[in-house]
């Protein structure tokens, strides 16, 4: 027996990657039309989450309550460490808060972020309960890497954001009555303006500086997500190559389905965490 980890779908760890490392996933809903998709992950299809008119939830009481029930009974004692995307942009992590009071041995963790921001905090996490941690210890790790994580990202447009209720007025007009594109920031659980441009490309070149900014000289893990953009997602990651001399990780991929849909197509995130561990996978 040991730890159980258990995220929501919008950290965009790859689903292979979760079962490798035992991380149990709380879906999140994605609703278009009269149709509904669950959102396990990073796989999804492009066409229902990127236009406009799409709307997303968070698990139900009966899906939360499920994935811990089963976590608790696999973890036999050892508990179970629960890391949901911010409370200001989801009910996941309340619904959580609730379900693991009537339980025993469940911690819950506020990420404040989304994405692999929230991602990588995850995975250290899933190591150390690996190793044989104590759900104390596990958690302690997941919070030192999400009080050092970050993430920034642009989108091709704030109609998606707009439409969600993402961005504040400000930004709204900014992104759209002055054609200022902005680089967005996720602070302390909440979606804010980082930087203005005047094209989407110069957003897209400022990401990688941005967070190499942030998290100065430190062994850095980072990621590279988009929708429904490799091409630009490929040219981020280069820059990235360049400014994290001390990178010991880096993650190129596509947004998790509920996140696509909020930022619209043409999207790209760099997402930046400091590595706590020796071992790691190769840059």
Known sequence: MSVVVVTD?????????????????????????????????TGYQ???????????????VGEVREVLDAAVAEAGGDGVVV?????????????SVAQAALMDDVI??????IDMAMGFGVLEAARLARAGASADEVAEAARQVLDGAEGFFCVATLDHLRAGGRVSALAKLLG???QIVPVLRLQDGRIVSERKTRTVSRARDQLAALASQHLGN??????????????AAE????????????????VIGRFGGTIAAHLGPGAVGVAVAPALVDEADPA
Do not use: N, W
């Open 46 to 60: 492009a066409e229902r989450f990127v236009k406009e008119g799409v709307t997303t939830s968070g698990p139900s």
């Open 235 to 250: 040219h981020v990651a280069e820059l990235v190559r360049g400014e994290f001399p001390q990178l010991v990780e880096l």
């Open 83 to 95: 890391i949901t995307m911010s409370s200001h942009l989801s009910s996941t992590y309340s619904t």
């Open 176 to 178: 759209g009555a002055l």
């Open 9 to 41: 779908a919008s950290a965009a760890i790859f689903p292979d990657r979760a079962d490798e490392l035992g991380i149990r996933i709380l879906p999140l809903h994605v609703l278009s039309g009269e149709s509904e998709y669950l959102d396990r992950g």
């Open 108 to 113: 819950v963790i506020d990420s404040r972020s």
């Open 218 to 231: 430190r062994p850095a893990r980072v990621a590279v997500h988009h929708v429904e953009a490799p091409e």
